[in-house]
Structures are given as C-alpha cells and as structure tokens.
C-alpha cells in the first residue's frame, strides 16, 4: 500500500491502523464463519448418516427362490417415517441391469418419484456399475426451491445393490450463517470505528504535545529567543523526555552561546591593550622619532600579541579536534630535568631557588613537545607569581598508574574561590593583574595558559589540578597514566641524571651540565 507523502504522522498512523485491523477483523470474521457453518451442516450430516445408517441396520431382504424365482428379493425396508422429524426425506432406490426403481420412501415424500439428488443417484449408478462398491457422497441440491443437504449411501443386500438417498433442508443453517454473518459485520463495523475513533483521539492528544514542542522551537528560531524553555509537567513518556532533552538542549546551546560571546569580548579586550599600547608608542616614535626603548616596547607588545593569537589558535583547534598529538613512548624524568634546566634559564636575573625534590624514573605515552608546553606553562607561571626569595620546586613521583609532576612555589598562592576557576579560559585573579606586585614582574598573560596546560593533559587520559593557600604558594600537579617501564638502560641513565640534578642543586648553578643528552638513552 502507498501512503501519501504529504500526509500528517496522526492520518497515516490511523490509516495503516484501520487498514491492519480490518484485515485481520476480516480474516477473524471469514474463520468464524467458516467453523460455525462447518459445525451446523455437520450436525445435519450427523442426522442424514445416522438415520441412513438406521434404516440399513433395519432391513431385510428375502430371496423368493420357493417360488422358482432366485433372482427375485424382496426388500423389506424398515418405516421411514420415524425418521421425519425436522423435515428430513428418505428414499431407498434399487440398482440393476435394467436401471433404477424406487422401493420404498418416507411417507413425507410418497408423491415423490422423482430421487432426491438425481446427479449423486446417477454417479452412484455408474460407480456401481464399474463393479465398485460405491462410496457415501454428500451434496447440496435444490428441492422445491429450498436448499437441501442430501446423502447417498450404497448398500448391498443380499447381493442386489441399493442406493439411500435422505435430505433434510438446510434453511435453518442458512438462516443461522446469514445471522451470523451480519453479526460479525455489525461488530466488525462497530470495532473499526470505535477503535479508529479512539486511536484518532489519542494520535491527536500525543501529536498535539508535539505540535507544542514545534510550535515553540519556531518561535525560539523567529525570535532569536534563547532563553525559552518548554513548559511541560506530564508523565515522563516518549514526549516528555523529548521535552526535557529539547529543554536540555536549550540549556547547552544558551551555555555555549553566552561562552562564545565573553570569549569574543574576552578576546576583543585582551588584544585592545597590546593594541592601544603599539598606537602610544607609535605616536611617540612619530613625535620623537625612533629610540631603543620605543623599539624594545613596540616589539614586547607585538610579542604578547603574538603569543595571545598562538594561545588562541591552539584553543581553538583542539575545540574542533584540529590537533593530533604525537604520542610515543618517552621518559617523563627526562623531560622533568628538561624543564628544571629551562626553567633556571627563565628564572635568570631573579633571585629565586629552583629546585628538583622528588624525582623518579617514570616511563609514560605521551606527546613530549605539548607535555614540555604545559609544564612550561606551569614553571612561567611559578616564576611570574613568586616574587623574590622564594622558590619553586619540581617533583617527578610515580604511583601503580600514574606518573604525578608537580610545580610547587611560594609564590602569591591562589583563594579557594579562584582556584575552581583558574583553568578558565581567560581567568586571571584580581592579585595577578595588578601587575609587578610583592617583587613579581608583570604579568603579561591573558589567563590562557592553564587551560592550554589543562587541554593537553586530558588529551593525554589525565588530570590537572591545583592546591594553594593565599600568601604561601600553590602546587600545581599533572597525572597522566605510565605505561610499565622496560628493563634497560634507561634507570641507569635516570640515575645520572638524578646525581646531576643533586649535584646541581648543591652547587646552586642555573646552568645546566650536558651529562644527559637524550643521545645516551637507549
Ligand atoms: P596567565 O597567562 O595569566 O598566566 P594562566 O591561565 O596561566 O594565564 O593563569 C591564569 C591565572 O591563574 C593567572 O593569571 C593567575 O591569576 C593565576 N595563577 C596561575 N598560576 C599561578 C601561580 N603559580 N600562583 C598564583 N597565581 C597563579
């Protein structure tokens, strides 16, 4: 069956309704009547054979050969009119050579010469006459315009062939079937509408909750309106989780909407300080012309700048899923001692103590140029936010899964409050932009290095987090998970470069000794 295109969920759902039970109201309806009227003509077949059956038990044939003439028989046949009752007609027909003769019937039927179903009399005939025994046949006749239900039943007495022939009207099952048929069609009628009817009214009411939801959806789309919610308060069916993960969709899509509009301003206001500093300098630099402090400020500008657009480009490409990392096997140790000889290098001219404490060997998959960027991230921040005299610790420790780096300083330290927010994109505390406080240099970040530290440490399975105290300083940690470390060379070659990280720190030099080159892993 081919529905319309163009037709509405609730009409094709009732249509293919309707259509599905009418076909099997019909099939119910055609088997119904077919066992009924089976069972009625069963019971007049009953009646036809019994009766047969009766007047066969009952007879008694003679051969009259005491009077020289063996062919003869007499046939005496039992009444048949007992066996009237509910119309019922008999007639017991003798078969030879020479034809057929009637020989005796129920007395309803005396007028009649003529046998009951001439065509059954006639094949039983023929049968006979193949030298068969015959067969009992049932068939449907017309007698005086009535419907009758006739048996034919050969029989042989004496040697001599007869044929019973009964019939009894099959008005009554006519009648019978013809109630019943119209009963199952009034009822069938009845159930089609009735249920359709019904189907109708609940398609409506379900469809009608979704014609809300639409209606609604086309007004958020008409009136740019994202704060509309719909409202619902039915049972928790198949519509009211559509309404809830509509609603819940709203929610998210209001969420990110709100995010990507403070990012934009977030953006638009980091890069107008940069910006509005270059046109000062520039400005100077027309009046005054060229000197070495305007050129060292324009290009420190144009590095912030340069930095905040790289910072914002890797964001944006790890949103959509732009970077891939580089993931292999690497020693987190030599990478720790990496970033403890940087991070010397980057605390040069301040007098801080930079120090490796708890140093393990430690084996993990990872993608060591962004684990180095975050680290990275890290020790700047350590140094930025710790003013002089202070120190900054780095700690390399293994568990049975994860290998844990920490950068501890005793620096600025963050409050309780901030610290759920700080790998926010974008978040700087209030201690942190008031710049060059408590002996820190400027801060020149933007508030996007801790969510790039954060961004690479969950691409890499792992955690980020943070522990600080207001004045005293603040750990930061990463765990990512190891992978199990091989039995080589490399624990020796941890061992020197743990002696060297010792030696160094008794010595207090922020250079760093090339005992360690990556060369001699193995
Ligand atoms: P920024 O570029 O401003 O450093 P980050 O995302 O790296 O951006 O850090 C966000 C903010 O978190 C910093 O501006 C600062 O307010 C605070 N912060 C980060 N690290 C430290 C730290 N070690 N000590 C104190 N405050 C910190």
């Not at 293919?16 to 003509?41: D, N, S």
């Not at 004496?158 to 099952?173: E, S």
């Not at 809830?244 to 990012?263: K, L, P, W």
């Amino acid at each position: 069956m081919k529905v319309p295109q163009n037709l509405t969920i609730r009409r094709k759902l009732i249509l293919w309704f309707a259509a599905i039970l009418t076909i099997v109201l019909v099939l119910f309806g055609a088997a119904l009547y077919g066992v009924t009227r089976f069972a009625l003509v069963r019971v007049v077949d009953n009646a036809l054979s019994n009766s047969v059956n009766e007047v066969i038990a009952n007879a008694n044939a003679y051969p009259l050969s005491q009077f020289n003439t063996p062919e003869e028989v007499i046939v005496d046949l039992p009444d048949m009119d007992v066996f009237t009752t509910g119309g019922m007609m008999v007639q017991a027909w003798r078969i030879d050579a020479d034809g057929h003769s009637l020989v005796g019937s129920s007395r309803n039927i005396a007028e009649y010469a003529e046998p009951l179903d001439l065509n059954a009399l006639t094949s039983e005939i023929s049968l006979l006459a193949q030298n068969s025994a015959g067969e009992t046949m049932w068939s449907n006749t017309i007698i005086n315009d009535g419907a009758w239900r006739v048996i034919s039943q050969p029989v042989n007495i004496f040697d001599r062939m007869f044929v019973l022939q009964a019939a009894m009207p099959l008005d009554q099952v006519n009648e019978s079937s013809r109630w019943l048929l119209l009963i199952i069609a009034i009822e069938m009628g009845l159930a089609l509408v009735g249920t359709s009817a019904l189907g109708w009214s609940m398609a409506k009411r379900a469809m009608h909750r979704i014609d809300v939801i639409t209606d609604a959806a086309a007004g958020i789309v008409s009136r740019d309106d994202l704060k509309t919610r719909l409202p619902y308060d039915g049972p928790m069916d198949e519509i009211g989780r559509l309404t809830n993960v509509f609603n819940a969709m709203m929610d998210r899509i209001q969420h990110m909407f709100s995010v990507q509009q403070r990012f934009v301003a977030d953006v638009s206001h980091e890069l107008r300080t940069p910006l509005t500093a270059v046109r000062g300098h520039l400005d100077l630099v027309r009046r005054y012309g060229m000197d070495p402090e305007s050129m060292d400020a324009l290009e420190g500008e144009v590095a912030r700048m340069n930095r905040l657009v790289n910072d914002l480009l890797m964001l944006a490409r790890a949103d959509y899923g732009g970077i891939s990392l580089d993931k292999r096997e690497m020693d987190m140790d030599e990478l720790v001692s990496e970033i403890y000889r940087d991070t010397k290098v980057l605390a040069k001219g301040r007098d801080l103590k930079v120090t490796v404490s708890d140093y393990e060997p430690v084996r993990v998959n990872g993608d060591a140029d962004r684990l180095k960027q975050a680290l990275l991230n890290l020790v700047g921040n350590a140094i930025k936010f710790t003013p002089d005299g202070g120190s900054i610790t780095l700690n390399l420790r293994r568990t049975d899964s994860d290998a844990i780096v920490e950068v501890v300083d005793t620096g600025l330290g963050i409050s309780h409050e901030d610290q759920k927010r700080v790998f926010d994109r974008f978040f700087q505390t209030d201690e942190s932009r008031a710049r060059g406080l408590n002996g820190t240099p400027g801060n020149d970040g933007v508030g996007l290095g801790l969510s790039i530290a954060k961004w690479i440490t969950e691409a890499h399975d792992g955690t980020i987090s943070v522990h600080s105290e207001p004045g005293e300083g603040s750990t930061f940690s990463i765990r990512i998970p190891h992978v199990e470390r091989r039995l080589n060379g490399s624990d020796a070659v941890t061992r020197q470069r743990t002696g060297l990280i010792r030696r160094d720190r008794t010595s207090q030099q922020a250079s760093v000794s090339n005992g360690d080159k990556r060369s001699t892993r193995s």
